[in-house]
């Protein structure tokens, strides 16, 4: 099994600055993953975040747009940048363990 | 037309009822989901399922691999039961790690 933990848990941001989004699990994994649920919506997959290498993107998502780092096997970093309104969502952490956890999520709203 | 397809979108109920949630899918699958997520927004794993049944005290979630269809049924439901329960599917072709999430059932449970 995993806890996985989040910060902040929830955030009120102004259009065009940014958010990091922390992300961190008690166990060490291979792959965590960053989605997005948008108001009414189902998860939508934003990134796979590897150890010692580059995240991978899903379709429609982008590195300028939402960098990720993953210093190591527990932790990683969600950043939402230039923020917009369309950017409100919950973000949430997730691993394979082998079942799969999810964090709390981050309740982002953009102003 | 979604992968992964949810019913109702919506369900109330009351005290003490027999509850149950659909979910079918298009693709082949190597695994299937259900989750649950509180108004907060986190989201428990609540089984993993890659044929047959399993039971977790008034959860029975169930799948039929041939008819690519599951349910998940809530027996004697409490209003503690109230959440959004979400199918999600693990592809068995390409990447075995992608979850394709239903947009979930909507579930209100009065007293």
């Known amino acids: 099994s995993a806890v996985i933990s989040q910060k902040p848990s929830r955030d009120i941001c102004q259009r065009g600055t940014s958010l990091t989004i922390q992300c961190q699990v008690d166990s060490q994994v291979t792959m965590m993953f960053w989605y997005r649920q948008q108001p009414g919506q189902s998860l939508t997959l934003i990134a796979t975040a590897n150890q010692g290498s580059e995240a991978t993107y899903e379709s429609g998502f982008v590195i300028d747009k939402f960098p990720i780092s993953r210093p190591n096997l527990t932790f990683s970093t969600l950043t939402v940048s230039n923020m917009s309104p369309e950017d409100s969502s919950i973000y949430l952490c997730s691993v394979q363990s082998p079942g799969q956890y999810f964090g709390p999520g981050t309740r982002l709203l953009v102003l | 037309k979604n992968e992964v397809e949810q019913s109702p979108q919506n369900l109330t109920a009351q005290e003490g009822e027999f509850i149950t949630i659909n979910c079918s899918y298009s693709?082949?699958?190597?695994?299937l989901h259900w989750l649950q997520q509180h108004p907060g927004g986190g989201i428990v794993s609540l089984f993993m399922l890659s044929s047959g049944k399993k039971k977790h005290g008034r959860l029975i979630a169930t799948i039929n691999i041939q008819e690519k269809h599951s349910s998940l049924h809530i027996t004697a439901s409490h209003p503690r039961d109230s959440a959004v329960y979400i199918c999600?599917?693990?592809?068995?072709?390409?990447?075995?790690?992608?979850?394709?999430f239903g947009k979930g059932t909507l579930l209100t449970v009065n007293p």
């Open positions: 999600a599917v693990l592809n068995s072709g390409g990447s075995n790690y992608k979850l394709t």
């Open positions: 693709v082949g699958i190597s695994a």
